[in-house]
């Protein structure tokens, strides 16, 4: 008998070697910037490692560490497959010129890991982001209506916002009663504004009982 055990014993390990892990799959991930940043950070960890042997809990650890990861499970795959899914953090803005943030609201660096071509570019004092993103979501909403959209929204210490739309136009408009005034604007705009063959350059509804119009035909004859 101790013959037998001795020779199963020593048997085990080349048996597992004969199942390496080959193969690491990712479902969710829908760049392939992102889809090479998890498979190198992972590179080391299923290295050398077989199907029984593989850290399944090392591998949940340094994904979820990932900054756009939202949420990931980890699983073997008979024979020689780990396999992750994922979900990914999707980011609504840029802010600051140094982070995204994410449909959730929270901020988190991956600027590389992600196409900003169609992102709004939000910037504002860093304590504050809470705020500009509610008023970024609420002014998008009201200029949405008149099928405008916000590219760029500058907001200062006292919470004056400078839009760029996607027409080129600039809004300037501070806090106090902001969606009455923009309502206001957007009326104008359905009904005056985005017809009148000067082009609307810029428009400070800064005011309690109107708003200040610049039009393009007239900067352009300066």
């Known amino acids: 008998l101790g013959d037998v055990y001795k020779r199963t014993v020593n048997y085990l390990p080349s048996a597992l070697d004969g199942y390496p892990i080959r193969k690491v799959g990712v479902d969710g991930v829908t760049d392939v910037r992102r889809q090479q940043q998890i498979e190198t950070a992972l590179a080391a960890l299923v290295r050398e490692e077989n199907y029984f042997s593989v850290p399944l809990e090392d591998i949940y650890q340094q994904s979820q560490g990932l900054s756009w990861v939202e949420e ?17 953090r999707r980011p609504v ?3 600051n010129e140094a982070v995204l943030v994410s449909d959730s609201g929270q901020p988190f660096k991956a600027l590389k890991q992600y196409d900003l071509t169609d992102l709004p570019h939000l910037s504002g004092p860093e304590q504050r982001l ?21 590219e760029r929204m500058e907001v200062n ?18 806090r106090e009663n902001y969606v009455g005034k923009l309502r206001r604007f957007t009326r104008l705009y359905r009904g005056v504004l ?19 119009v610049t039009w393009r035909d007239a900067e352009a004859d300066k």
């Open 194 to 212: 985005s017809t009148d063959s000067r082009g609307v350059a810029r428009v400070d509804l800064r005011y309690a009982d109107g708003i200040a």
């Open 93 to 95: 803005a840029v802010w």
């Open 130 to 150: 809470e705020e500009v993103m509610g008023f970024y979501h609420s002014m998008g909403k009201l200029l949405r209506d008149v099928g405008l959209g916000i």
């Open 72 to 88: 990931v499970s980890v699983r073997r795959q008979w024979p020689d497959t780990v396999v992750l899914t994922v979900e990914e």
């Open 157 to 174: 210490a006292r919470l004056t916002a400078r839009l760029t739309l996607d027409n080129q136009m600039q809004l300037v408009v501070d």
